[in-house]
């Protein structure tokens, strides 16, 4: 063959006349992406995602079937090529049902690989359970107990009835193991932070910053470490010494010092840590109880100052007599339960809207109604004063009006229906705030200001947790520590941080699924969801001892055999999914009929989910040229093509032996029903 000139992206380049483009640009480590493409098999041409532009015509040509010609100068790279490979894929994405990610994992706000750690708690390792869990949650002992399971609010198990129960395989995992498991760890650097506040995202941020080998001195103004954790979480909902053990691992890994009774401002100033540490991270929290903004409030106790004397009295307060709580969200709840236990009067929560509007968990609500606490709802307090040894509180009953801006029926007040009630102890359980540190930026609500990205406010000084998203939850602190540890991170190297682009494809929230519509590779059990067991009724009214048991470990395995295995098999080696990642395709470009051409599970070990069939037909090839088998076919015409078995015959069972198609599918339309192991991913990253 004759030898000729090319030039791509600028680049003159020999090749031999008869090449494709697709050929010269790889023998010459030039990137194009492809999907129909296998040079094993005769060429398809049907996905143009190869797309490469004439650069003197302007003619638009797929690279994988078009040859070189002497002269030839083509554009492969430039942004009008990417944006015609974009909307290849965005097309080809308008049509493709799946879910690369479970939702359970895509609902926890720290991204923990939920769907891996249900399946080895199912098979009862346990260990791996929590090597899993640890990559991303660094609480697990005490998120495995406070969380409120926004995984479980995702779960596609609730398509046909309870969710599964996902957080307590955190808990058990945990309790099991985590004295034992140590996890891998850069060695360190040199390099080192000064972190302010050691709660959960502070705390958070150590861990994550001295896994990838950055020491850090964590400052706390308080006499302990742990923060929220310890402060603002009552005893029965999680137990001091659990939470001692867990923050001793922290000084463990080495390279982390917590100092407590370090106050910023008085001990420690901030222009000081500044200059003295490479990187410095605000997490100080959201301490500052809201007002109620009614006349006589300072005879109130705010609610996150109640919980903090509690705690650091041991749980042993005096008794608050008749007690009002004011709220509806976790706080009042953790306040009314705390009263319950230290007093024989009634306690009562006072809430503005509805029970069922309540930001509180559900589970908190029940569990405070059968401990015997009193609920208000639709009242609102006026003011509050004293009389004699009593306090008075005046409220005013409310109904529910017009939606207002968060689509909830405001609250409005009933006429005349104004009323006084008496109480030694009223506490005002209706938010916190953050309190910045003098000289740092601030949004309209009071919390630090960020750069959405890496998480910095200025110079090396970055904050994360409530004192940035305002008061939420420990996994939610948990996910802000880990974006400020990457901020960090990329400061020190070369500060262009910005977080990888992420697709996921996804078959809809399980509310808009029927039970009709559910793939899965294996029936689930049909078992109903483990119920939580707890303490007897009588010792949590009186004791501060844990309300909630841990699951055993025949009940974390039954409850992991309820887990549908929603995530895609071939989320990690997908070309789809990759070339989107890389060219910004959106999954929700072109809205799109996604023909239901359902799936097959027939065969032990492989799966044919036509959903996912990008109609590449490399799989039919492959049979048939390159293993000498007419196994596969595409059935029907057009847009009701479909990925079948020729004749719709079952696969055979030998078919496990050979493999080649569902090797070379590019995406998970044709896969091996268990996840690919590493050892098959590294073969087939060697054949790529
Ligand atoms: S085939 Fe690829 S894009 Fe489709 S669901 Fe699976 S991983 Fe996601
Ligand atoms: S069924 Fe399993 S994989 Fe699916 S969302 Fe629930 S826990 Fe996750
Ligand atoms: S099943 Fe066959 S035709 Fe469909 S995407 Fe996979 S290889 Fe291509
Ligand atoms: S058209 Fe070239 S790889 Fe699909």
């Known amino acids: 063959m004759s030898q000729i000139k090319v030039t791509i992206d600028g680049q003159t380049l020999n090749a031999e006349e008869g090449q494709t483009i697709l050929q010269v640009a790889r023998e010459n480590q030039i990137h194009i992406p492809s999907l129909c ?17 004439d650069a003197e015509s302007g003619q638009w040509m797929p690279s994988c079937s078009s040859q070189v010609q002497d ?3 083509i554009n492969s790279s430039t942004p009008e090529v990417e944006d015609m490979r974009k909307t290849a894929l965005d097309l080809i994405l308008s049509e493709h049902s799946g879910d690369c990610e479970a939702p359970c994992t895509l609902a926890c706000p720290a991204h923990a690989k939920v769907e891996e750690y249900v399946r080895a708690g199912r098979e009862g390792n346990h260990f791996e359970a929590l090597k899993i869990i640890k990559e991303r949650i660094p609480f697990p002992m005490s998120i495995g107990r406070v ?10 198990r609730n398509v046909k009835d309870q969710p599964v129960a996902i957080n307590d395989f955190k808990r058990l995992a945990a309790d099991l193991y985590y004295d034992e498991y140590l996890e891998d760890m850069e060695d360190l650097t040199g390099e080192k932070a000064a972190i302010i506040g050691a709660g959960p995202a502070g705390l958070g941020a150590a861990y994550f910053l001295r896994r990838a080998g950055i020491a850090s001195d964590v400052y706390e103004k308080r006499a302990e470490p742990g923060g929220m954790l310890r402060y603002g979480i009552p005893e029965y909902r999680l137990p001091k010494d659990i939470l001692e053990k867990e923050l001793a691992h922290f000084e463990k890994m080495g390279g982390i010092t917590i100092n407590c009774n370090q106050e910023l401002g008085q001990d420690i100033e901030l222009e000081e840590l500044k200059n003295n540490y490479d990187a410095v991270i605000m997490a100080v929290g959201c301490w500052q109880p809201s007002s109620m903004r009614t006349e006589g409030e300072e005879l109130a106790w705010g609610g996150i100052d109640y919980l903090e004397k509690l705690a650091s009295q041991n749980f042993e307060m005096e008794d608050p007599g008749e007690t009002i709580v004011v709220g509806g969200g976790n706080t009042a709840m953790d306040c009314v339960r705390s009263s319950l236990r230290l007093t024989e009067e009634q306690v009562h929560c006072y809430y503005r809207r509805t029970a069922k509007q309540m930001p509180a968990e559900e589970y908190e609500y029940q569990e405070a109604l059968e401990e015997g606490a009193n609920f208000e709802i639709l009242t609102q307090p006026i003011s509050l004063r004293k009389e004699g040894d009593k306090l008075v509180l005046k409220c005013i009953r409310m109904e ?26 009223v506490i005002a359980a209706i938010g916190q705030k953050t309190i910045a540190p003098e000289g740092v930026p601030t949004n309209d609500w009071g919390d630090v200001e960020v750069k959405e990205d890496n998480c910095r406010v200025e110079d090396n000084l970055f904050a994360a947790g409530d004192c940035v998203s305002g008061p939420a939850t420990i996994v939610e602190a948990v996910a802000g520590a880990r974006r400020v540890a990457n901020g960090v991170q990329a400061y020190l190297k070369d500060d262009t941080y910005k977080p990888p682009y992420l697709i996921n494809v996804s078959r809809g929230h399980w509310q808009s699924v029927s039970e009709d519509e559910l793939v899965y590779l294996q029936e689930p059990d049909e078992s109903e969801r483990v119920e939580q067991r707890h303490i007897d009724l009588d010792k949590r009214k009186q004791t501060f001892e844990e309300v909630s048991l841990t699951f055993t470990k025949d009940e974390v395995e039954l409850e992991g055999k309820r887990c549908f295995e929603c995530s895609c098999t071939a989320r990690e080696d997908c070309q789809l999914k990759e070339h989107s990642e890389e060219l910004g395709a959106d999954p929700e470009a072109f809205s799109g009929e996604k023909i239901d051409h359902g799936y097959n599970v027939e065969h032990p070990e492989i799966v044919m989910d036509r959903g996912k069939c990008i109609k590449c037909g490399i799989c039919i090839k492959i049979c048939n040229e390159v293993v000498n088998e007419y196994l596969l076919g595409f059935k029907n015409r057009g847009y009701n093509t479909k990925i079948d078995t020729a004749f719709g015959q079952p696969l055979p069972v030998d078919c496990e032996e050979c493999g080649e198609c569902l090797e070379a599918c590019p995406v998970g339309a044709l896969d091996w029903k268990v996840k690919k192991n590493e050892e098959i991913l590294k073969k087939l990253a060697e054949e790529k």
């Open 400 to 425: 529910l009006g017009e939606p207002d801006a968060s689509g909830r029926r405001r609250p409005i007040p009933v006429d005349d229906s104004e009323f006084e009630v008496k109480a030694d102890t």
């Open 147 to 156: 969380c409120p399971r926004f995984c479980e609010q995702d779960c596609r």
């Open 71 to 73: 002269g030839m100068k």
């Open 37 to 53: 493409f296998d040079n094993r098999v005769s060429q398809n041409t049907s996905c143009f995602v190869c797309i490469v532009q």
